[in-house]
């Protein structure tokens, strides 16, 4: 007769935040309002956490690049990791974004330089993925951290303030202030 065996016990569940400040509580409700009004505008096919294929290569061109802006697109062949992003469409423009989401106090400044350097790497690779994937024939491929407490006048070239969503996108988004997403 053989006993029959249990699986060991799990470790107790994470203590949870109920704080409306918490910060990822304050990008949630950003990113939600953003995709919505993606979604609402009828002009972009919106896919979130959509996981984009990188490849070693590409890694090593952002490393090359010490994060900066690189002008290249590699094949999907290869890749051995994925990120998850934010993926925007806009197929009758030829155009695609991969974004993440994120706020002051919400990521550690190592944090955000990862979350930096894994979109940065997925914009080399997304216009193949998306041809692959999809049959999109994408042109121009863009990325970005839209940052529910970045300042649009001292930011770098990868993050987007709220105030700056409704031009970039062109929609109607109608709250551009910081201090709506800080949960009251």
Not at 133 to 160: C, E, F, N, Q
Request: hydrophobic share 45%.
């Amino acid at each position: 007769m053989t006993k029959a065996r249990s699986l060991p016990r799990l470790p107790p569940a994470r203590r949870k935040t109920g704080s409306a400040r918490h910060p990822g509580r304050c990008n949630d409700i950003l990113r939600r309002g953003v995709l919505a009004a993606l979604r609402a505008s009828g002009r972009y096919a919106v896919f979130a956490n959509a996981r984009i294929p990188i490849s070693d290569a590409a890694r090593a061109a952002v490393r090359r690049a010490n994060g900066a802006y690189v002008s290249a697109s590699f094949p999907v062949d290869g890749a051995r990791e994925t990120v998850t992003v934010d993926l925007v469409v806009d197929a009758a423009n030829g155009w695609a974004g991969a974004f993440a989401f994120c706020g002051r106090g919400a990521h550690s400044t190592l944090a955000r330089r990862k979350i930096a350097a894994d979109l940065r790497a997925a914009e080399l690779l997304l216009c193949s993925h998306l041809a692959a994937s999809l049959g999109v024939p994408v042109k121009t491929v863009t990325v970005g951290i839209i940052d529910h407490a970045a300042d649009p006048d001292d930011s770098d070239d990868i993050t987007i303030a709220p105030s700056e969503i409704s031009d970039r996108f062109d929609i109607f988004f109608p709250i551009s202030n910081p201090s709506d997403f800080q949960g009251g």
